[in-house]
């Protein structure tokens, strides 16, 4: 694990061809790492304006996932949709050309709200096959955690491209839960999930954070057209290691995939602000 220094608030993160790419919520510029966290460049985005590194209107940008555009890969950064148009808002960035362009997502955040999503907030975005899984977390209403199920490219099609909706169940229903991360091992075909349960203390109306954790769904593919989503395992990360007490998992990605065998990398901060990424790895015995 290491702190991330002068790093602002819910970061994005991905991991391709040995690179970490790392998006602040805030940020006019990504931050380019070697896998063993070693800052190699930065690149500014059109979320910056010449002589600012950080521009209030970017802040809600959290989902941060890799796509295939032509024979070239980009970097693709959602903007949550929860605060009207100024975050009905993607970027594609090539990562060869270091080139990006914007995305109006607009009309695809209000078809979401006319599913009956009550607050939307997209904080995860990852490539499943042929499909892609978006992550919606809500503090406010427990329902409109879900995970989104659409095409590729969805940004080009948004009138009319197909948008299915699952709930993930999870160990103890009692518990508030709210999902933060997606990643996906095509080797084991596992969908990883990062989430907390959160208690809900009904005199005062606050939520007492409980344990953040990581599961997994096995077989994910092929159950990605359900309605319901159980994890098949689910690790208490505190329980794990002392150094995640206190830390609320913002994001995940992959770094190796083996079978039966996962180095993952996550982004986790505190209640002040601090930002760590941490390391973990993933292992079946069975």
Not at 15 to 27: F, I, P, R, T
Request: glycine share 6%; net charge positive; proline share 1%.
């Amino acid at each position: 694990y290491s702190e991330l220094k002068d790093f602002p608030l819910g970061s994005g993160i991905a991991s391709v061809n040995e690179q970490l790419y790392l998006v602040g919520a805030d940020a006019g510029y990504i931050v380019i790492m070697n896998k063993n966290w070693k800052v190699q460049d930065f690149l500014k985005t059109r979320l910056a304006e010449p002589g600012h590194s950080a521009l209030p209107v970017a802040a809600g940008f959290y989902a941060t996932t890799v796509v295939q555009e032509g024979k070239g890969q980009s970097l693709l950064i959602l903007g949550s949709g929860n605060e009207g148009k100024r975050l009905d808002k993607g970027y594609l960035v090539n990562l060869k050309s270091k080139e990006n362009k914007e995305l109006d997502l607009s009309v695809f955040y209000a078809r979401l709200k006319a599913t009956g999503i009550d607050v939307i907030n997209i904080t995860a975005a990852i490539v499943m096959d042929d499909k892609m899984l978006l992550c919606n977390s809500s503090d406010k209403n427990a329902k409109d955690n879900r995970l989104l199920v659409t095409s590729l490219e969805f940004w080009k099609k948004q009138a009319d491209v197909s948008i299915a909706q699952i709930k993930i169940v999870v160990d103890d229903e009692k518990y508030f839960t709210k999902l933060a991360g997606l990643a996906y091992s095509y080797e084991n075909d596992w969908l990883i999930v990062a989430a907390s349960n959160r208690k809900l203390v009904s005199k005062s109306g606050n939520r007492a954070a409980d344990e953040f954790f990581v599961g997994v769904v096995e077989d994910a593919y092929r159950k990605s057209d359900r309605k319901r989503l159980k994890l098949n395992e689910q690790f208490d990360l505190a329980d794990t290691d002392e150094k995640f007490k206190g830390q609320e998992i913002k994001s995940i990605s992959l770094q190796g995939d083996k079978s039966k065998k996962l180095k993952i990398h996550l982004v986790a901060g505190d209640h002040t602000g601090k930002r760590t990424l941490f390391k973990i790895r993933l292992k079946d015995d069975n």
